[in-house]
């Protein structure tokens, strides 16, 4: 065991801790959180450049595994989550997220930076904003909905997401109910992050051996944060209920502009 392993306990323990909290406080993806600072973590302790944010994505996907089910769980007792939406979007989010894990070993691990950069911009600017799409036709047909669910699962398995940020706006422009997205979007995160995990664990089983990794997953940061982040979510989720959130989602949003420069700038 290495002298620094209780310090590195300790910040995966914090930042599980927030990123359950804030997740369910705010009703965002955990994966804005846990990608830059999972990649602090790995470079501080001299992983390779090229690898350190594979390894936060794939790790990301991977707690989302343990998260999604929680989330899930809590919609579906409120009747939230619609099951034929879920079977239809599935098949295709399945296909493509084992696609974007290839897509995201595959890149250099700069343009994957920058890509997930990108990708906390869009959320930090809809969680400014606020906007909800207008809800202006039905859901698509079987194909159209294979298509959707493939580019949802690319996208999220590149960032490292459970899909909330593109499956929300596409239901709620097709007609479904606020709420019913969120929940049917919970329940989509549970196939996104297992397709996900498996496509980045194949893509890194011919990587060098490294400490506490398997392949693209680190680990220690897969099991603390996944217990911590499901402790805490419930509380996040109990405290919102009482409050105004909307000054501190865009408070929140000033935070993520941040860390999306330090993507960028690194």
């Known amino acids: 065991m290495p ?103 595959a890149l250099p691990g700069r343009s994957l930076g920058i890509l997930f950069a990108v990708f906390v911009a869009f959320s930090a600017t809809q969680m400014f904003l606020d906007r909800k799409p207008k809800p202006t036709r039905a859901l698509p047909g079987t194909a159209g909905m294979l298509g959707a669910g493939a580019v949802i699962g690319v996208i999220s398995s590149i960032v490292g997401a459970g899909g909330a940020f593109i499956s929300v706006p596409f239901m709620t422009w097709c007609n479904v109910k606020i709420h019913d997205a969120v929940g049917t979007s919970s329940a989509l995160g549970f196939p996104i992050a297992v397709a996900g995990t498996l496509g980045y664990l194949w893509a890194g089983r011919t990587l060098p051996a490294m400490p506490y990794a398997f392949g693209y997953i680190y ?26 959130i909307r000054p501190l989602r865009k408070l929140f949003a000033g935070v993520l502009y941040a860390l999306a420069a330090y993507f960028v700038l690194r």
């Open 3 to 105: 002298p620094d392993f209780p310090l590195l306990v300790a910040e995966l323990l914090v930042l599980g801790t927030a990123t359950g909290f804030i997740a369910g406080l705010l009703g965002i993806g955990g994966a804005m959180l846990m990608v830059p600072f999972i990649t602090a973590i790995l470079a501080h302790r001299g992983y390779p450049a090229d690898l350190t944010v594979k390894m936060a994505v794939a790790t990301s996907l991977a707690t989302i595994c343990f998260t999604s089910l929680s989330s899930m769980r809590a919609h579906h007792a409120r009747r939230a989550v619609q099951w034929r939406v879920v079977v239809v979007l599935a098949p295709g989010i399945i296909v493509g997220s084992i696609l974007g894990a290839q897509l995201g070993a």
């Open 219 to 244: 680990w220690p940061a897969l099991a603390i944060i996944s217990v911590a982040s499901v402790l805490l979510a419930p509380l996040g989720a109990r405290v919102a209920h009482r409050m105004d």
